[in-house]
């Protein structure tokens, strides 16, 4: 008896490919979605490295949080090298990759290249620059203003000189924003540039009353470094949020002074103030208001 194996027909051949190619269409964005839900995981999880590693510091060091620079002059020269927040920290992460956000699709050669002094420029100690500047591009920018003041003193012949934080005078460190995902700069289409950016300005400054509610500067100063507060008047720069920026769909994960770390959308991030153009909105709700230390 003759036998013989049925081929599939053309139209049969078409049908499959139809409903593979139906699948394909349905499953993408899900893939797609689960992909975005594993960084924001892993940039939470880096959060949480980074503010481990800060609680580490502090408990070595008086409990006064790191300052965000040394010297102002992004040179690692060892004779007299600058040092940033993320750098200060590195004994205690041991890992430069804490860092760098997995949403940002940013590289290290970026991250240098756009540095005030890339590390191709000191071949001497080159490596010592690169570090300094990844720490600079951290993907996890300082709530500056309130725990790492940056003094302007010419008056006793300083220039910069930041002061960190004791840890004592945070009153209510679970709802005390450290650390925020963070912005280097912006293309002219508004695309993240450049890395992250070490240091952040919070969404207002004032009490409804005028009251300032950043810390006092240190004796002898004049004035304090910022980068102009927030900007929504302006949605394509840099600081549109103040250098805050959100990798995860609208998400920024942030950390608290406390250790604990959440992700959270920019309107959370701008709770209790009326944001304005460099602070000229006011602090309406201080209780709800997450940025400073009380």
């Not at 006064?64 to 007299?80: E, S, V």
């Not at 930041?162 to 912005?183: L, R």
């Not at 470094?225 to 949020?241: D, E, F, S, Y």
Request: with cysteine; proline share 7%; aromatic share 12%.
């Amino acid at each position: 008896m003759n036998s013989h194996k049925k081929a599939f027909t053309l139209i049969e051949l078409l049908v499959v490919i139809a409903i593979i190619a139906i699948l394909a269409a349905i499953l993408f964005p899900v893939f797609a979605q689960a992909k975005v839900a594993a960084k924001k995981t892993a940039c939470l999880s880096n959060t949480k490295q980074y503010l481990t590693g800060t609680h580490m510091y502090l408990a070595d060091f008086d409990d006064r949080f790191p300052i965000i620079q040394y010297r102002n002059t992004y040179d690692a020269n060892p004779l007299m090298p600058d040092q940033t927040v993320g750098n200060i920290c590195q004994p205690y992460m041991k890992n430069l990759k804490i860092l760098s956000s997995p949403g940002s699709s940013i590289g290290d050669q970026e991250r240098d290249d756009t540095s005030p002094v890339p590390s191709s420029t000191r071949p001497a100690y080159q490596q010592e620059q690169l570090k300094f500047n990844l720490g600079l591009k951290a993907d996890y920018g300082q709530n500056t203003q309130y725990y790492s003041v940056m003094n302007y003193c010419p008056g006793i012949g300083v220039l910069f000189m930041a002061v960190g934080t004791s840890q004592n005078q945070v009153q209510a460190p679970a709802e005390s924003i450290y650390i925020v995902n963070s912005v280097w700069d912006r293309t002219s289409t508004g695309a993240p540039s450049g890395g992250g950016n070490w240091g952040l300005d919070p969404p207002c400054r004032r009490l409804t009353d005028t009251t300032d509610t950043f810390p006092p500067l240190a004796g002898g100063c004049i004035g304090r470094w910022w980068w102009g507060g927030w900007n929504p008047g302006a949605p394509l720069a840099w600081n549109v949020w103040g250098g805050v920026w959100p990798y995860h769909s609208q998400i920024a994960n942030t950390g608290f002074s406390d250790s604990h770390a959440k992700a959270m959308r920019i309107p959370m991030l701008a709770a209790g103030c009326n944001v304005q153009n460099a602070w000229t909105g006011f602090i309406f709700d201080r209780a709800a208001y997450l940025w400073d230390l009380e």
